[in-house]
């Protein structure tokens, strides 16, 4: 069992930077792999980010690679999400996922994102 609660999101011009994060409970946290999705308006949910229980191992979708940047802080229960050069095409809801082997048990609240010309 696992909690994850997502923060970090808000309105911000195409251009621009955000950092999402995740806190999880508990002290489990180095036990799971971790994974970031989003939800746009009119579209089915997506994959975005996932990282290893290492942290070591990264995995992107293409439409962010070499603009997003996951990554995670064990000792704060933290995973993180650096958006860089956002376009409107990033807007979303925003969802943080965990799971012992990317199974994705347990997620988040969402939290928004909206990205203006």
């Known amino acids: 069992q696992v909690q994850l609660v997502e923060s970090g999101g808000g309105l911000v011009q195409a251009g621009g930077s955000l950092r999402l994060s995740c806190a999880a409970s508990g002290r489990t946290f180095s036990a799971y792999s971790m994974g970031w999705f989003r939800q746009a308006p009119g579209k089915e949910r997506e994959f975005v980010a996932r990282i290893s229980r290492s942290g070591i191992s990264t995995y992107y979708t293409d439409s962010v690679k070499g603009r997003f940047t996951i990554s995670r802080d064990n000792a704060k229960n933290t995973v993180y999400l650096q958006m860089n050069s956002l376009k409107p095409e990033d807007t979303a809801v925003y969802y943080c996922?965990?799971?012992?082997?990317?199974?994705?048990?347990?997620w988040g609240q969402g939290t928004q994102v909206t990205v203006s010309n």
């Open positions: 996922a965990a799971g012992p082997t990317y199974d994705w048990s347990y």
